[in-house]
Antibody
Framework: EVQLVESGGVVVQPGGSLRLSCAASGFTFDDYTMHWVRQAPGKGLEWVSLISWDGGSTYYADSVKGRFTISRDNSKNSLYLQMNSLRTEDTALYYC????????????WGQGTLVTVSS | QSALTQPASVSGSPGQSITISCTGTSSDVGGYNYVSWYQQHPGKAPKLMIYEVSNRPSGVPDRFSGSKSGNTASLTISGLQAEDEADYYCSSYTSSSTPNWVFGGGTKLTVL
């Protein structure tokens, strides 16, 4: 059974930093592209970032480019999102999701971890 | 990146059919067959329902179908059931800036 478990979401002040983690199991992690997708409270889904199976390619939404960094550790079956210079508009539930390739759909999603940026 | 355009809400009675539209541009929906649809029940994670415009993952009922014409993709649910009541999001690969993905704003389906 595929499992994606996000962690690391907390309340943080504007301008602060945070690192999210996603622990994967039930599939061959290093065969998959991984994504972060977020959902602000009561709002729709917003794609944030993706990383290729080997970490060699990364892409970001314009809204987070230069502030967020996606990475992965295939030896630990883990995905990460380093979030710097946080803004109130970054407040959201952050999901990790897997995909068979860069242009493939998001097959499975975790349950999300909540990041709240507030003073 | 701009979100794809979906109706905010649709409704139908059990047994009826409904269609949700998803309008983009030639840089996303119209340019690629990488359109997918996700179902999200309240408090739950999204679930993949349709990929590559019209393909269903294993386990998704054949009541769900997808299509595309030009810059608009559509999700049709036939034989509506109470458990279909949920939010539905379309998504498309896009080349509008750096390669990435874009979502629609979501459609709330109410089964009357």
């Amino acid at each position: 059974e595929v499992q994606l478990v996000e962690s690391g979401g907390v309340v943080v002040q504007p301008g602060g930093s945070l690192r999210l983690s996603c622990a994967a199991s039930g599939f061959t992690f290093d065969d998959y592209t991984m994504h972060w997708v977020r959902q602000a409270p009561g709002k729709g889904l917003e794609w944030v970032s993706l990383i290729s199976w080997d970490g060699g390619s990364t892409y970001y939404a314009d809204s987070v480019k230069g502030r967020f960094t996606i990475s992965r550790d295939n030896s630990k079956n883990s995905l990460y999102l380093q979030m710097n210079s946080l803004r109130t508009e970054d407040t959201a539930l952050y999901y990790c999701a897997n995909a068979r390739g860069v242009v493939e759909p998001f097959d499975y999603w975790g349950q999300g971890t909540l990041v709240t940026v507030s003073s | 990146q701009s979100a794809l355009t979906q109706p905010a809400s649709v409704s139908g009675s059990p047994g009826q059919s409904i269609t949700i539209s998803c309008t983009g541009t030639s840089s996303d929906v119209g340019g690629y067959n990488y359109v997918s649809w996700y179902q999200q029940h309240p408090g739950k994670a999204p679930k993949l329902m349709i990929y590559e415009v019209s393909n269903r993952p294993s386990g998704v009922p054949d009541r769900f179908s997808g299509s595309k014409s030009g810059n608009t993709a559509s999700l049709t649910i036939s034989g509506l059931q109470a458990e279909d009541e949920a939010d539905y999001y379309c998504s498309s690969y896009t080349s509008s800036s750096t390669p990435n993905w874009v979502f629609g704003g979501g459609t709330k389906l109410t089964v009357l």
